[in-house]
């Protein structure tokens, strides 16, 4: 099969490749070689940081970047040059990092200035974000404006309101104690707000977590002598963190009231917020409107960040580290030949030089059309002294995807003939691509997640025991020499979730294509694993659940079928709990969760394939009645799609 562009003008896209370089010599004058090399890197490096440190450069960087936000990197590194006078080749790379950081520090002002301007409109959710660092509904608001997963928004709410505590009045610190307030008071606030929602439900066809959060309501008021003493030391004792710690009030509340399956936490959190709004309504208005969101967008490089900053070699430029011309030049080179010199130069000394070996698979990338962007170069630190040089490359999405891996599950997999396919997603195992047909995962993704399963549940247990036991004895050398060995394996564990999910889009095009799919129905999960512990956060966490993973599916699928196969994303409510076909509720539990039984037909199902069918299904249902937000894949948004 061959790769078919669909659109004429395809956007371009960049890959980063580390690749290896080669000296000359025996094994032993490689070393040194190699370790001096490494040294005169790190000395270009060093130099680079101290660069980044120029209040000036970083100044004249913000600032243009406040000014003209689309401006060409080139032109803004040579405004920084000419503010702070140095034209030095390393301040090349220096300024040009600095631009890409200035770019961010400016639109986080922007995303800042957003969020008070939402605030300055929901003065409940103002008040809420002042006591508890966060808003749900903001939260949601935010990450849906600007296409991000909800774990961005969260972050972002906490981050802010952490470096509001500058400016804030000593009683909206944050985690402080809050205005002192009476147990009749709180009585009053629960009696008062709980006529109000009602009154405000009343005439209205209410959703069933309204429903859910009215009965809350209903129930903290029929006990409200019981729950005011609670909130009421809740609220004049300091907390560590308010928001987990009205969490676990909330659990203790439920157990004192005897209804262990009820959740209070979104009722208790909105009487506290309208009890509290007398008392700091008007200072949280003016202090949001009177900070600037200049000050609360931290200047890049201002603290030095761990580890070296690597140097980026721009194109046009002919030292620092000595390459065979422009990019046109090492392009051709690459594609030619497959490699090319690279020389370490120090003023005084004699220039080492090295080759830079580009693998098969970037050498057929070049020949498919990319080319070489810029070069980036890291030194490492002992004891292997080892240069790292990573290739940018850039070109269409179709030059960089790759047919061996889809046709060789196409091969393996057997699947039936289908128009369209439900997916269902899950955690790692045998079941975290469940198909509406049958499709058994391929042997390099069961030989992955064993890998990963023992990792997780035998090595990284034992050596954080082992830790814990040499933490308590007084001997460094056995303590750091376990801490790094466990850092190790966790980084380990991560490449192969890496490699295991880099699979995913290439399994799932080749069941596309082997089924003649021509509709993908995949669930718009947009769980957070906030708040969630155990089995369920691992679950989460462990997910192939991007975006983009499916996108990028169909996208090697549409291309090596010749046309367009589309991306549906399901409401995923309820596609677990029904049988398909009979419509009977599934009996799942802890033991019974992968194969359960139908409570009405008796019949024993997966649940996995079932959910998936569920998809299908509903997927089908919607686009027969109206038109779905979603017909292409280029037109989806990136929202977070965590399962639940």
């Known amino acids: 099969m061959s790769l078919q562009t669909l659109t004429p003008d395809q956007p371009l896209v960049i890959r980063t490749y580390q690749m290896g370089i080669r000296f000359n010599g025996s094994k032993e004058e490689r070393r040194v070689l190699e370790k001096e090399?490494?040294?005169?890197?790190?000395?270009?490096?060093?130099?680079?940081?101290?660069?980044?440190?120029?209040?000036?450069?970083?100044?004249?960087?913000?600032?243009?970047?406040?000014?003209?936000?689309?401006?060409?990197r080139g032109l803004t590194v040579r405004a920084i040059q000419q503010t702070t006078k140095n034209y030095s080749n390393i301040a090349d790379s220096a300024y040009y990092w600095l631009t890409i950081a200035s770019k961010g520090a400016v639109n986080r002002e922007k995303k800042i200035l957003e969020l008070f301007q939402l605030l300055q409109q929901w003065n409940e959710q103002a008040i809420e974000w002042l006591i508890f660092g966060r808003s749900p509904r903001v939260e949601n608001t935010l990450a849906h404006r600007w296409t991000a997963k909800r774990i961005y928004a969260i972050n972002f709410l906490t981050s802010t309101r952490w470096q509001l505590n500058k400016f804030c009045h000593s009683s909206l610190k944050f985690n402080s104690t809050l205005p002192s307030i009476s147990q009749h008071e709180i009585e009053k606030?629960?009696?008062?707000?709980?006529?109000?929602?009602?009154?405000?439900?009343?005439?209205?066809?209410?959703?069933?977590?309204?429903?859910?959060?009215?009965?809350a309501l209903d129930l903290i008021n029929t006990n409200r002598t019981i729950v005011a003493p609670y909130l009421t030391s809740w609220i004049n004792i300091p907390q560590t963190s308010r928001w987990k710690s009205l969490k676990k009030l909330s659990v203790a509340i439920v157990e004192v009231l005897g209804m262990k399956k009820r959740r209070l936490f979104s009722a208790l959190r909105s009487i506290i917020v309208f009890a509290l709004s007398p008392y700091i309504g008007k200072n949280v208005s003016k202090v949001i409107q009177k900070t600037n969101p200049e000050q609360l967008s931290s200047f890049p490089y201002m603290k030095r960040k761990k580890g070296r900053i690597p140097i980026i070699l721009l194109m046009n430029k002919d030292h620092l580290i000595l390459r065979p011309g422009n990019s046109l030049q090492m392009t051709e080179l690459a594609q030619k030949e497959g490699k090319f010199d690279l020389g370490f130069i120090l003023k005084g000394f004699s220039c080492i030089n090295g080759t830079l070996i580009f693998s098969s698979k970037v050498r057929t990338y070049l020949q498919r059309g990319a080319k070489i962007k810029v070069l980036i170069v890291r030194s490492s630190s002992a004891p292997s002294y080892k240069l790292r040089v990573s290739v940018v490359l850039e070109g269409t999405s179709s030059v960089f995807m790759s047919t061996r891996l889809i046709n060789s599950y196409i091969k393996t997999i057997k699947v039936k003939k289908a128009k369209a396919l439900g997916l269902d997603i899950n955690r790692l195992g045998e079941h975290m691509l469940a198909f509406s047909s049958k499709v058994n995962l391929?042997?390099?993704?069961?030989?992955?997640i064993d890998r990963y399963e023992k990792l997780s549940s035998v090595v990284i247990p034992q050596l954080s025991y082992s830790l814990s036991v040499k933490s308590k004895i007084k001997n460094p050398y056995d303590f750091v020499?376990?801490?790094?060995?466990?850092?190790?394996?966790?980084?380990?564990?991560?490449?192969?979730?890496?490699?295991?999910k880099d699979l995913v889009p290439h399994f799932i095009a080749a069941v596309i294509i082997k089924s003649g799919c021509k509709v993908l129905y995949i669930e718009n999960l947009r769980?957070?694993?906030?708040?969630?512990r155990g089995a369920l956060a691992k679950a989460i966490y462990n997910m192939p659940d991007e975006i983009n993973l499916f996108e990028k599916a169909v996208g090697l699928a549409s291309s090596l079928l010749g046309y367009e196969v589309k991306l549906m994303k399901v409401d995923p409510r309820n596609t677990s709990r029904f049988h398909n076909g009979c419509g009977g509720t599934i009996q799942r539990s802890t033991k019974s969760?992968?194969?359960?039984?139908?409570?009405k037909c008796g019949k024993t199902v997966n649940t996995h394939i079932n959910a998936a069918r569920n998809i299908k299904d509903k997927g089908e249902k919607n686009s027969n009645s109206t038109t779905s937000p979603f017909p292409h894949t280029r037109g989806m948004d990136s929202i977070s799609t965590k399962s639940t």
């Open 442 to 448: 391929p042997d390099d993704f069961n030989l992955l």
């Open 593 to 599: 969760y992968d194969i359960a039984q139908c409570k």
């Open 189 to 215: 606030s629960i009696q008062i707000y709980h006529r109000l929602k009602h009154q405000e439900y009343s005439s209205k066809h209410i959703s069933k977590t309204a429903k859910t959060f009215l009965n």
């Open 527 to 532: 769980s957070d694993p906030r708040g969630t």
């Open 481 to 500: 020499k376990t801490k790094g060995e466990l850092v190790r394996v966790y980084h380990k564990r991560k490449k192969i979730l890496k490699a295991i």
């Open 37 to 72: 090399a490494n040294q005169r890197v790190k000395g270009l490096q060093v130099r680079q940081d101290d660069i980044l440190q120029d209040k000036n450069a970083i100044n004249a960087a913000m600032g243009i970047s406040r000014l003209f936000p689309d401006q060409w």
